[in-house]
């Protein structure tokens, strides 16, 4: 039953791609100094084209030895919901000394279909399953090899962003993986700023965010077509966490708030490994 399996991922090498130009613009700086994030929760509001409350995020980072195991939740409300009825769960889990992306499992459902991911980041390969269930339909799963690592997942990509010094004009280059296949994310500091979000002032970093999309296969670089600007601001505190995000999408411009953040101790802060990872 092995052999199938191991022919095709040797295929699979044998055929990869060479070094692509743009490698060579990653940003491999060590981890920075900023203090590491502390266990916590943190939640956001979700707006659609500044007029309509669209819905809410939830983020729960905790640890588990020696990883630390990040659950976010997301979905449509109100009048957005009866629009576009949308919900997503996302678990990653990281090496929390290394801020290395390990494993990601994510789920999102609208009204046609249900998407999951199971993604593991290994030192030169990122595998993917993809199960697509149809609404009323029967399940169909197919799984990728992208020839190119290492790579971050969400979690680890913010923090480790969040760890550099964040001087204007510092621009961090990584390859990202949020879903089913890598993205290439630039963030430029473009400057500090006060930002009352919420009826809260904050002292804010601001970054742009400019994406583009990879080929699994062949890794070149294409324009990605569902956001074409996004801009974050962090808070700039002992938190530096996106306190506001900007994106301009295919369906309009959203944005999210925070709108709640504390920190986590005792049995709160301690996180278990998805069902995917446990033996």
Not at 50 to 66: C, F, I, P
Not at 74 to 84: D, H, K, P, Y
Not at 198 to 223: C, F, H, M, N, W
Not at 248 to 275: C, D, K, M, N, W
Request: charged letters at 20%; glycine letters at 6%.
């Amino acid at each position: 039953m092995l052999l199938p399996a191991v022919l095709i991922m040797m295929t699979q090498l044998a055929s990869a791609p060479a070094t692509p130009p743009w490698a060579a613009t990653i940003t491999r700086s060590p981890i920075g100094g900023f203090p590491p994030l502390k266990p916590c929760r943190v939640t956001y509001d979700l707006s659609w084209n500044n007029l309509l409350s669209a819905g809410s995020a939830s983020v729960v980072m905790q640890e588990a030895g020696d990883l630390q195991v990040a659950r976010a939740e997301a979905g449509t409300s109100g009048l957005a919901r009866t629009l576009w009825r949308y919900d997503c769960t996302l678990t990653s889990v990281m090496h929390r000394g290394e801020l290395r992306a390990l494993h990601m499992e994510h789920s999102e459902t609208d009204t046609k279909e249900t998407a999951a991911y199971q993604v593991r980041f290994d030192d030169s390969l990122i595998r993917t399953l993809t199960s697509l269930t149809p609404t009323g339909g029967s399940t169909k799963r197919t799984s990728q090899v992208c020839p190119y690592g290492p790579a971050d997942d969400l979690q680890s990509a913010i923090l480790y962003v969040r760890s550099q010094p964040l001087k204007t004009g510092d621009a961090i280059t990584r390859v990202v993986q949020p879903f089913d296949r890598p993205y290439l994310a630039t963030f430029t500091v473009t400057g500090r700023e006060q930002r009352k979000v919420e009826g809260v002032a904050y002292p804010t970093i601001k970054l742009e965010v400019k994406i583009r999309r990879l080929d699994r296969k062949t890794l070149q670089p294409g324009s990605f077509k569902k956001m074409k600007t996004a801009t974050i601001w962090v808070s700039d505190d002992a938190w530096r966490l996106p306190v506001e995000m900007h994106a301009s999408i295919y369906v309009g411009f959203i944005s999210a708030t925070l709108t709640h953040r504390e920190e986590l101790t005792g049995a709160e802060a301690q996180g278990t490994l998805p069902e995917g990872m446990k033996p």
